[in-house]
């Protein structure tokens, strides 16, 4: 597995619907609809060195989500703030922290699909942890037979809950060896991995696929940002499989385990054909960003 445990983790402390409290207390109730209906969404964040980082687009896309859903009792987002500054503070958490945000439509007054049964206002949750990326240096992809869900299904601009589509294909991987799994789209091009997207890097441009299907993560948009700033050439494309094994780079975006290199895809090896490196220096810029960037706790 990419995750280990942490012992650091054993007594943490989490917010849940207004109240701190110990990890082993930290339940929902079986009425909530996150567990009715996986019905919730939900964003990852990082700290780093006090500062949480890319804050106001995390948020922006939680509020975006839930007004799609259209939760009702929303909580303001600085009551949303103030949370994540309570859960940091309380667990004296300043860096190398992953924070899982959720929000719930909230408790039913009795077991049912019909959002007009949720009359007690959204549940939010802040699940803080000392988590460091969890991939390694280099990871492998193996492309999945489960295809990424189309916007005429459910659209992947929504961060819901509702996980089966990823999970499904990182059993794919799994059963593979392989460390995640590449989702295509309905045609057979490159939509992102299970849990991240996905870029390539051939003859110096960077390109990474449409967000027609995939998640437009906020790492993903930060690096595209990133590489325009310096003059790196990026474009978002349509891009199939072949590019992919023979790109000079590949590699993944997200906040859980932030930029990290592919060496395989599918059995291919992934060669570098350059003598530079492009995605080191994408690299670095990043490491950067994260260094002078970001909300810091005291200023939630």
């Not at 799994?181 to 939509?191: A, C, I, Q, R, Y």
């Not at 940002?225 to 094994?245: D, K, M, Q, T």
């Not at 906040?255 to 990290?260: A, F, H, I, K, V």
């Amino acid at each position: 597995m990419l995750q280990k445990s942490d012992p650091r983790n054993d007594t943490i402390k989490i917010y849940i619907d207004g109240q701190i409290v110990p990890r082993e207390n930290a339940k929902v109730s079986v009425f909530d609809s996150v567990v009715q209906g996986g019905d919730a969404v939900w964003e990852g964040l990082r700290v780093y060195n006090g500062r949480v980082f890319g804050l106001q687009e995390h948020l922006d896309r939680l509020f975006d989500s839930a007004h799609i859903m259209r939760f009702t009792g929303i909580p303001a987002r600085e009551n949303v703030r103030a949370a994540i500054r309570k859960t940091l503070e309380t667990n004296d958490m300043h860096d190398g922290v992953h924070i899982r945000l959720t929000l719930t439509r909230g408790k039913k007054i009795t077991s049912g699909m019909d959002p007009r049964l949720n009359q007690a206002g959204c549940c939010l949750i802040v699940l803080a942890e000392h988590k460091p990326p969890v991939y390694p240096e280099s990871i492998s992809l193996r492309t999945s037979s489960i295809r990424r869900n189309s916007p005429m299904s459910v659209d992947s601009k929504i961060h819901h809950n509702n996980l089966i589509n990823n999970i499904l294909a990182k059993i794919e991987a799994n059963d593979a060896g392989a460390d995640a799994g590449l989702m295509l789209d309905k045609d057979g091009f490159v939509s992102e991995a299970n849990g991240v997207n996905v870029f390539v890097i051939r003859r110096g441009e960077v390109r990474t696929p449409y967000a027609d299907y995939c998640l437009p993560g906020i790492t993903r948009a930060k690096v595209l940002a990133l590489c325009a700033e310096h003059n790196i050439p990026c474009r978002e494309a349509r891009i199939s499989v072949s590019e992919f094994y023979v790109a000079d780079e590949v590699f993944t975006t997200g906040t859980m385990g932030e930029l990290t290199r592919v060496h395989a895809v599918d059995g291919r090896d992934i060669i570098n054909k350059h003598e530079i490196s492009v995605l080191d220096s994408v690299k670095t810029i990043f490491r950067e960003a994260t260094e002078r960037e970001g909300v810091r706790i005291e200023d939630l």
